[in-house]
């Protein structure tokens, strides 16, 4: 059973740029979240989705969204991106919203010059 | 808002020593995880915790949850160097906020 698939693996964009990170989840789950990991703040929260919807969002300005399809691949993008915008950014499956554990993928790490 | 903390963020510790390593949280949960993460990967899933008093052992690690005293701890038995890593617990308030929610992390340092 394929995993959770991340990419692009590692991308390098300058401010002011967007970048678009996409995410497969494993074959079955249906939920999506995104979690934001630098060293200084851990990992936090960016959103959940469910079905093609949004069930919930963390603490995050609006230049941060995201998308479920309807195969459960999801997408998130960062517009407009800041110095501070430089993680990685955490994709995890799992196969309901409600229950289970998560199922993450390798990240994609994102550099802001 | 809840909130995880974890303690200690940093540990060394010598090969052959038994430590502990702490999750508290702020609110009513009976379900929580524990993932590790080695350097440059992802977080891999090692326990899930689905009720209070529950108890579950692999190898050298041992977790456990009290959800009274709102806390989980992973227990490490005669440590090797290969269980060096980043611990997180993750707190799953999905049927109240919707969220889950790690702690900061503990990143484990056993020296050989």
């Known amino acids: 059973k394929a995993g959770v698939t991340q990419t692009p693996r590692y991308l390098i964009k300058t401010r002011g740029q967007q970048v678009t990170l996409s995410c497969s989840p494993i074959?079955?789950?249906?939920?999506v979240s995104w979690y934001q990991q630098t060293p200084g703040q851990g990992l936090q929260f960016l959103f959940e989705y469910f079905s093609e919807t949004q069930r919930n969002k963390g603490n995050f300005p609006g230049r941060f969204s995201g998308r479920q399809f309807s195969n459960s691949r999801s997408e998130m993008n960062v517009s407009t991106l800041e110095l501070g915008d430089s993680a990685l950014y955490l994709c995890?499956?799992?196969?309901?919203?409600?229950?289970?554990?998560?199922?993450f993928g390798e990240g994609s790490r994102l550099t802001v010059l | 808002e809840l909130k995880v903390e974890q303690n200690p963020l940093f540990l060394s510790m010598q090969e052959g020593k038994n430590y502990t390593i702490y999750c508290n949280y702020s609110t009513t949960s009976d379900r929580l995880y524990w993932y590790r993460q080695d350097p440059g990967k992802s977080l891999e899933s090692l326990f899930v915790l689905l009720s209070n008093g529950a108890v579950k052992q692999e190898g050298r690690l041992m977790a456990s949850l009290d959800t009274k005293a709102r806390l989980s701890t992973l227990h490490i038995t005669a440590a090797v160097h290969d269980l060096s890593a980043t611990y997180f617990c993750a707190v799953d308030s999905r049927d109240r906020d919707d969220k889950i929610i790690f702690g900061k992390g503990t990143r484990l340092h056993i020296l050989p």
């Open positions: 995890a499956s799992s196969f309901t919203h409600n229950t289970g554990e998560l199922f």
């Open positions: 074959s079955g789950h249906r939920s």
